[in-house]
């Protein structure tokens, strides 16, 4: 597969992108995937822990592509998958404010973010999932409210909607 170059214009995707390449487990998933197709149970292996989170991870940074594996005959079909992009291009102009909190939300502990992701992932469940009306319900700017969804397990960000992801939808 040739060099694909993944091209980030909104600053919150640094939230999944530092999240990946400040951790040696997920970096370490990255650069397995980069160079072969592997299931989770293969990464599992390799690693010597659970990826589910570096997969998880890898999806809302965008950098994760999947596809069914043919099975054995007899045999169930099994998801593999693959880092999507070798290459990044970042192209976007920020507040240094708004730069630092997406930067210290992507390396707080999640106990010191756990509220707020929380409250987030309360209202989108409750059906507030519209930009500009959680901007005002939280007292948080866009770029904030798409930050905090990145960093969540549950969220995914579509747009100016944010909205939940199912089981089946993780990875």
């Known amino acids: 597969m040739g060099e694909r170059t993944r091209i980030i214009n909104d600053p919150s995707y640094l939230v999944p992108l530092l999240r990946t390449f400040g951790s040696r ?4 998933v990255f650069d397995l995937l980069l160079t072969e197709w592997m299931t ?18 890898l999806k809302k940074a965008g950098l994760l592509e999947s596809k069914w594996r043919v099975p054995e005959p007899g045999s169930a079909p099994s998801k593999e998958y693959h880092t999507s992009y070798t290459n990044v291009q970042v192209n976007f102009q920020s507040s240094f404010e708004d730069l630092s909190d997406i930067i210290m939300l992507a390396f707080k502990p999640y106990e010191e973010v756990k509220d707020t992701i929380e409250s987030l992932e309360e209202l989108v469940a409750e059906g507030n999932t519209s930009m500009s009306k959680l901007t005002r319900e939280l007292n948080m700017n866009t770029c904030l409210i798409c930050a905090t969804a990145r960093r969540s397990d549950r969220l995914s960000v579509m747009g100016q909607r944010l909205k939940l992801i199912e089981k089946d939808e993780e990875i």
């Open 25 to 28: 487990t997920h970096k370490k």
């Open 40 to 57: 989770k149970e293969e990464l599992d292996e390799a690693i010597e822990a659970d990826s589910l989170s570096s997969l998880i991870n």
